[in-house]
């Protein structure tokens, strides 16, 4: 034994040092395996000190063996972590196509209809209304009769009506279910009923056999006109801005009386005059009116203790106004088109 | 309701324009649908005096005017019988043009030059006046354009006039409205009947009225000596002004009488009149009755008939008899004024399906109190432009009389209902204005109802009288009331909102369709007797939809044929039929789903991937879950608008709905190629399962243990028999079986497939040993072995 154990360490550390500062300024993987042939295959460097270990004093064996253990597994996790990073490096130099379009999850939109629908629902839920509904297929007794249209009278005319057959019909109006709620409860009532609607009109550009309202009824001690106004005013600030305006005209429903008429002022032009409102200023929306006492006694409710006030709007004419749609039938077609723009 | 503003400045004063009045009366509950200005198709024709009128040679009818037309004389050629030296006519001078692009030329007519040419009514578009030329009035100065002295000032007022308001289908009606915010009061026109002293209406006229209740008033003139022709100008002009033709003179002033005081009135050729008797009376059993416009009607017992001594002569109120109508040679007339009972009226307008101008006055309720007026009018101006003659007095057949309605205003409900107060004195002076009578008694406002408002008859009426003229606008709208909360809660409608939240989320589009629908497209769904529309609007929307399939399939149809291939629909919306056929019906609430095409169109790292059915199902299963419905099963169905690859949905045992794919007959009617995959589930039955309430698990505090299993079955035998059994077997701490992996190919032997089950243990008490699962596991693999003869893959 010509070399000692002190002299064989020194040449372990000068070999460590050597090999990192090889693999230091190695690049490449063609370098990278030369490295471990060098060092660590069966004719390598450090495989040649393996060797030495059984020539040593036994006593010196496993100081020495310790030792290339730990320069062996230095040089081999150095090197594999070097080619895992030389991998890594050699990914990004292959194109990776980030202007990919991101992969969107399907996702639904709601109806042009029921969203405006919805939204007039929230603005009244706010408010304290409470959300009734009534069926579309609706006895004369409900659609007309106990709402002061008895058989004949000429206000039913301007109802076209869908018959099944002489007591059965498709509601021409939300209005019946002024006349289930109150039947149902006592006051106080506050509600809106946003539902389906029929009219036996011919289809064209604004009308269509099948269209929405949303009815609303409030009846309580104290209730009046003003507060009919009111309500109307903030429901239509709430829908349109701060700056909308509000007009009532008076007009005529058999089962309100006084009764109105309200417009809006125009959202598109601000009341000046354009072509949205006809160059008036002013968009017609819908009827409203004082509860007609008639209507109470069929509900037998006492109209000398109880006032109330009704009043409806039509979702399809609002959504045509907001989304400036100048064709009601597009709305049921339900083309794709049309739908994803919601 | 059209009126001019001309027409409107007979009765009332006022100085505003069409557009100001339009805004008022919109204001004070006239809805005005338009104004429109009067204009006539012609140009180039001035008013001329015929100076000098000769006979052209060679020609028995033709004459040679003279024609002063202020600056110059013209020559015309005429060959109209009424020329006449003197007479005011109208003369389209060279270079005119006339009605239907006719320009007019000098001409040689048997070689006499002709500078122009003498137009009859009919040849300027005023009215059908054909046969002779039209006399003008001779106040008309000479010279004057035509054209501009019949548009001027004639804007018309359109007004939709609504059911309560028959005093606004007159023109005077229309001007009290006007008078009231132009602070003057109507005029009605005054006028002297010429009657013959010697000739007493009774000794002519008998009227008897078997049905007061129906025909409450009667009155009648007799008129004789009349002569049928034209009229005059500005009669002519004033009707064309409102949409009613200019016919004859007779004709013209019952119209313009009508127009006016919004009383119909009808004219009889007396010598039809048997005996010279009317008889009112209600229809007998099977009497038929020809009217005017040559319809024979069948009549039914509550249909009030005009009669003479013999035969019916009018349906009253309605529409006069082809049998009693004026002709070119009446001389004598019967006029009638009457008020019909408006229910009556309407009752039998609607069911003959005939509605004219009468009928729509007489429906909502004429002026009691106005019969006679109009009757008066009209009889002078059958004096005045016919040339009549009235008999002495007149046929005022009233049995019970109408007495005017009494109301009582008390300011505090007027404060109760507007609440705003208005002045005692304010109120007064608004009801006067619009001729209530009027009366204070203790704070109390008493009021008579003028005979033209049958509309207002309780106090809410007065109400809204006071607040429309009071102004609308001038109520200020009260934002700050105290709300008293509707604390009710509608579960149907948090429900329904639920429903269309998870029904986007997952990547369904909503729709909304129509409710009615073809018969043979709704009739494969219904398995209840479907309800049909008595009066459908045409025969594809003649049914009420039974299944919410068919309207989702329209629309499937529309987006196929524009291009539109991959997409998920969704609906809620009510279906209908019959429980008892024209006795009870059902409406359902229903939900909708509808799948093709594509799971991700347009989506480039899997575009091909299609929509099946197990797609739809686990949409089905996603959309239970996130509603908290539990117990969710699928049961084998049978339904005939799918294939073999449908299913009902369960819950709790009770069935909610289906699912599955449309076949092929189905395709067919829809004129559909496309695999189409639906489902619909029962709204309400769905609520009825939903939980509302959710209670808090603990998560597992101990680990859980995993296993995989694959094993090797013939095809047709169904993966949910193996979960079946595979729970059965697998003992309390088997939390959780998912089927992981199908499949089947070339590794496998034919008819079999391979299935790899994840299965999850855990306990809540302990850490499980994996000899407690691997003891699970044994016994499953047995149990399968056993039972099912299905063997563990190697
Ligand atoms: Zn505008």
Request: glycine share 6%; aromatic share 8%.
């Amino acid at each position: 034994m010509d070399q000692s154990l002190n002299d064989i360490i020194q040449q372990l550390q000068d070999i460590r040092t050597q090999f990192e500062k090889e693999i230091e300024a190695c690049s490449g993987a063609e370098v990278l395996e030369a490295l471990r042939i060098k060092y660590l295959s069966k004719k390598g460097i450090i495989s040649g000190y393996l060797a030495l270990l059984g020539k040593v004093a036994p006593e010196e064996r496993p100081l020495l063996g310790q030792q290339l253990n730990e320069l062996k597994s230095l040089a081999q996790n150095l090197i594999a972590e070097r080619v895992e990073g030389l991998q890594l490096s050699h990914r990004t130099h292959t194109f990776f196509d980030t202007s990919l379009p991101g992969i969107k999850p399907l996702y639904g939109r709601k109806h042009p209809l029921r969203v405006v629908q919805d939204e007039i629902k929230s603005i009244f839920t706010s408010m304290g209304f409470r959300i009734e509904m009534g069926p579309e297929l609706e006895s004369d007794y409900y659609n007309f009769e106990a709402l002061n249209i008895p058989v004949n009278h000429p206000a039913r005319d301007s109802h076209d009506t869908f018959y099944i057959t002489d007591n059965l019909l498709l509601r021409t109006h939300t209005s019946p279910v002024q006349v289930r709620t109150m039947e149902k409860f006592k006051p106080p009532i506050r509600i809106i009923a946003p539902g389906r609607c029929f009219r036996k009109d011919a289809i064209d550009a604004t009308h269509y056999p099948t269209f929405h309202q949303v009815e609303g009824l409030v009846v309580d001690e104290g209730i009046n006109f003003a507060d009919l106004k009111g309500i109307i005013l903030a429901f239509a600030k709430k829908l349109l801005g701060e700056d909308i305006k509000i007009r009532f005209r008076p007009s005529y429903f058999p089962f309100t009386e006084p009764s109105a008429e309200y417009d809006f002022s125009c959202f598109k032009c601000g009341g000046t005059g354009c072509r949205i409102c006809k160059g008036t200023g002013w968009i017609e929306i819908s009827g409203a009116g004082m509860v007609h006492p008639a209507v109470f006694k069929y509900v037998d409710y006492d109209s000398e203790k109880y006032t109330g006030y009704a009043f409806g709007m039509g979702i399809e004419r609002i959504a045509m106004l907001r989304y400036q749609i100048d064709d009601i039938r597009v709305f049921y077609e339900n083309d794709l088109r049309f739908l994803q723009q919601f | 309701m059209k009126v001019t503003l001309d027409w409107l400045k007979e009765y009332v004063n006022f100085k505003l324009s069409a557009e100001e009045v339009a805004e008022k009366i919109t204001l004070q509950g006239l809805e005005v649908d338009g104004i429109t200005y009067v204009h006539y198709d012609f140009n180039g024709v001035f008013v001329g005096t015929i100076t000098t009128v000769e006979a052209v040679a060679d020609s028995d009818h033709l004459s040679r005017c003279q024609v002063d037309v202020g600056n110059r004389t013209l020559q015309v050629v005429c060959g109209a019988p009424n020329v006449r030296s003197g007479l005011k006519v109208p003369v389209a001078v060279d270079g005119a043009l006339l009605p239907n692009n006719i320009r007019l030329k000098t001409s040689t007519i048997k070689g006499v030059a002709s500078e122009g040419m003498i137009c009859s009514a009919a040849e300027l578009g005023i009215s059908n006046q054909s046969d002779i030329v039209l006399e003008l009035d001779n106040q008309i100065p000479d010279g004057l354009n035509l054209k501009e002295y019949l548009e001027k000032g004639e804007a018309v007022i359109e007004i939709d006039v609504t059911a309560n308001r028959p005093d606004c289908l007159g023109v005077i009606g229309v001007a009290r409205e006007v008078a009231v915010f132009s602070g003057s009061r109507v005029k009605k026109p005054e006028f002297n009947v010429r009657e013959n002293s010697d000739q007493h209406v009774d000794e002519l006229i008998k009227v008897v009225i078997l049905n007061p209740e129906n025909c409450p008033r009667y009155t009648a003139r007799y008129i004789e000596n009349v002569t049928i022709g034209p009229s005059p100008l500005w009669l002519a002009k004033r009707l064309e002004a409102v949409g009613i033709r200019s016919i004859n003179n007779v004709v013209d002033i019952t119209n313009f009488v009508m127009m006016e005081t919004g009383q119909p009135l009808h004219a009889f050729d007396y010598d039809t009149i048997a005996d010279g008797t009317i008889v009112v009376r209600n229809a007998k059993p099977d009497e038929s009755f020809t009217t005017l416009d040559e319809v024979e009607r069948k009549l039914d017992e509550e249909s009030c008939m005009i009669c003479d001594a013999q035969k019916p002569v009018a349906l009253g109120g309605i529409m006069g008899g082809l049998n009693s109508e004026i002709t070119g040679s009446t001389t004598r007339i019967l006029l009638e004024s009457a008020y019909f009972n408006p229910d009556n009226i309407r009752r039998t307008s609607k069911k003959m399906g005939l509605s004219t101008d009468s009928s729509q006055r007489f429906e909502r309720g004429v002026d009691y109190d106005g019969v006679v007026y109009a009757l008066n009018r009209a009889t002078a101006l059958f004096c005045e432009l016919g040339g009549g003659v009235a008999a002495h007095g007149y046929v005022d057949n009233y049995p019970n009389k109408i007495e005017k309605t009494a109301i009582s205003l008390r300011p505090s409900r007027l404060k109760q209902v507007l609440g705003i107060p208005i002045d005692i004195g304010r109120i007064e002076d608004i009801l006067r204005s619009l001729e209530f009578d009027v009366n204070v008694v203790n704070d109390v406002i008493h009021v008579n109802v003028p005979s033209h408002r049958p509309d207002v008859s309780i106090e809410e009426d007065l109400i809204e009288e006071v607040a429309r003229i009071y102004g609308y606008n001038n109520i200020t709208g009260n934002i700050s009331a105290v709300i008293k909360l509707d604390s009710r809660k509608n579960s149907i409608e948090s429900f329904s909102q639920e429903v269309r939240d998870i029904s986007t989320g997952i990547g369904y589009l909503e729709i909304v369709t129509n409710t009615l629908i073809q018969k043979s497209e709704t009739r494969p769904f219904c398995v209840n007797e479907p309800i049909d529309i008595r009066n459908p609007l045409s025969e594809d929307l003649a049914s009420l939809r039974s299944s919410l399939i068919p309207s989702a399939l329209i629309v499937a149809r529309w987006n196929l044929n524009r291009q539109n291939r991959s997409f998920k629909l969704f609906e809620i919306g009510n279906t209908f039929h019959w429980l008892v056929k024209g006795q009870q019906h059902e409406e359902q609430t229903k939900i909708v789903y509808l799948g093709t095409g594509n799971i991700r169109e347009g989506i480039w790292a899997e575009p091909d991937k299609a929509i099946g059915f197990h797609d739809i199902k686990g949409d089905l299963e996603l959309f239970c879950d996130r509603l908290n419905v539990r117990n969710v099963d699928f049961q084998d169905s049978s339904y005939s608008f799918f294939d073999h690859r449908q299913l009902d949905l369960t819950v709790d045992g009770a069935r909610i709905g289906c699912l599955g794919s449309i076949n092929r007959n189905i395709q067919k009617l829809f004129e559909i190629k496309n695999e189409i995959f639906v489902a619909e589930l029962d709204f309400h039955e769905l609520l009825k399962h939903k939980e509302w309430e959710k209670t808090y698990n603990s998560i597992p505090k101990f680990p859980s243990i995993f296993r995989d299993l694959s094993f090797l079955v013939d095809v047709d035998v169904p993966s949910k028999r193996i979960i079946a059994e595979i729970w059965q077997a697998g003992g309390e701490y088997l939390r959780s079986v998912k089927l992981y992996d199908l499949f089947t190919g070339k590794q496998i032997e034919n008819n079999k497939k391979s299935l790899t089950f994840s299965l999850v243990y855990f306990s809540e008490e302990r850490t499980l040993t994996e000899e407690e699962v691997d003891s699970s596991i044994s016994q499953i693999i047995d149990s399968l072995k056993q039972k099912l003869n299905i063997n563990l893959r190697t």
